[in-house]
């Protein structure tokens, strides 16, 4: 029997229902833990089941393929709370067990932002999902991304809006957080280098309840197409629905929050006809297609997006560089890591450069009544 989300979700909530520890493990004895910071409350915490699962599974074949160190792995969870200060709190409770010998952080930029200069003092490995471009570039050779950052989402935005879709005059729609200030920087640098114009540029502050005054702007400024980084999905909604509620219906290319599909189920009919970039597209590849079948087992029919999807080539990357160093020394495993060359993911293949960005590209998308389609993978090389 398929599941629809709601269930899914009220499935997944026991095992998540407070901090704890995931177990896969079978056999008694030492085991391979692997810290976890996850929205367990707040405005996230139904993606952070999704987070959970995509991970649970990778864990899953990681043990069942003989494990780490010849050893079972489990991942110890964290509340975030979906807040900044509820990741700092979370990850602290994490360092503190000095067993854990990795970290698995935030998709969020601002929580990743906000744990670093602890990481920092750590001095161990953490994957992340958030995509603002600095956070590799800050000094901090702990941190390790799993989603392409949004110098290429910017720069695939503005090539597929203007070059394909022949717009040339942008609303550049974007939160005000970290995330969302850089994002629409990297657009704007991309848009003027292909000789398009920003009409107007309206930041917003996360969690707004109301977009009336930034539709109305961008519909008063004759812009014939819309760019986003909206870092909630509550808010990518609310807002979809007063754009169509207030009849401006001129082309949309979002950052990957566009695509998740918590954001498709909230707004609906409002995100038809949408596109969006995104770092997990099932029919992309053949680990894609792979991760979206297991994915479904898991769920009980439910299809994934990239909020599972990067957990799952975090601890696949992860475990696979442990096997390879032969040892848990946090200087072993990140020369493991920036080392991985080739590595099939779900979202796409893994090679790291110095400064411990993974990928290189993004695919583009379109919502086709609620369904996301798969268009065409765009890389870069640098």
Not at 145 to 151: A, K
Not at 224 to 251: H, K, W
Request: include cysteine; glycine fraction near 10%; proline fraction near 4%.
């Amino acid at each position: 029997m398929k599941l629809t989300r709601r269930q899914f979700s009220a499935a997944l909530a026991a095992s998540v229902a407070m901090p704890g520890v995931l177990r896969t493990a079978h056999a008694q004895g030492a085991t391979i833990k692997i810290g976890m910071v996850i929205p367990v409350t707040g405005p996230a915490a139904e993606s952070g089941k999704y987070a959970l699962t995509g991970a649970k599974i990778a864990l899953e074949r990681v043990n069942k393929a003989g494990g780490v160190l010849a050893k079972q792995a489990e991942i110890i969870t964290e509340d975030d709370q979906t807040t900044n200060p509820g990741a700092v709190l979370a990850f602290s409770k994490l360092a503190a067990q000095p067993d854990i010998v990795a970290f698995l952080g935030s998709i969020r930029s601002t929580q990743v932002h906000a744990m670093t200069p602890d990481l920092i003092k750590v001095g161990k490995p953490m994957m992340f999902g958030g995509t603002d471009p600095a956070l590799t570039k800050l000094g901090n050779r702990w941190l390790f991304r799993f989603r392409p950052n949004d110098s290429y989402s910017g720069r695939v935005i503005a090539s597929f809006g203007t070059e394909t879709l022949g717009k040339k005059n942008w609303a550049v729609v974007h939160s005000t957080d970290a995330f969302g200030t850089n994002g629409s920087k990297a657009l704007t640098e991309a848009l003027g280098k292909i000789g398009a114009k920003v009409a107007i540029d309206q930041g917003y502050p996360n969690q707004s309840q109301d977009f009336t005054p930034v539709v109305l702007a961008i519909k008063q400024s004759g812009a014939d197409i819309i760019g986003s980084y909206f870092t909630f999905e509550n808010d990518l909604a609310i807002f979809a629905r007063q754009l169509r509620q207030l009849g401006v219906t001129i082309p949309w290319v979002g950052s990957p929050s566009i695509t998740v599909a918590t954001a498709v189920k909230l707004a609906g009919p409002a995100l038809y006809g949408t596109y969006g970039v995104a770092d997990y597209a099932e029919e992309s590849s053949d680990a894609a297609r792979e991760f979206g079948k297991l994915y479904r087992a898991a769920s009980g029919g439910v299809s994934p997006d990239n909020f599972g999807s990067w957990t799952y080539d975090a601890i696949g990357v992860l475990c696979a560089a442990i096997n390879k160093a032969g040892s848990t020394d946090p200087e072993k495993i990140r020369e493991a890591i920036i080392a991985t060359k080739g590595y099939k993911g779900a979202e796409g293949e893994y090679n790291f450069d110095e400064f411990g960005d993974g990928l290189h590209g993004y695919n583009i998308v379109r919502n086709e009544k609620g369904t996301i389609i798969f268009d065409k993978h765009i890389e870069f090389e640098n």
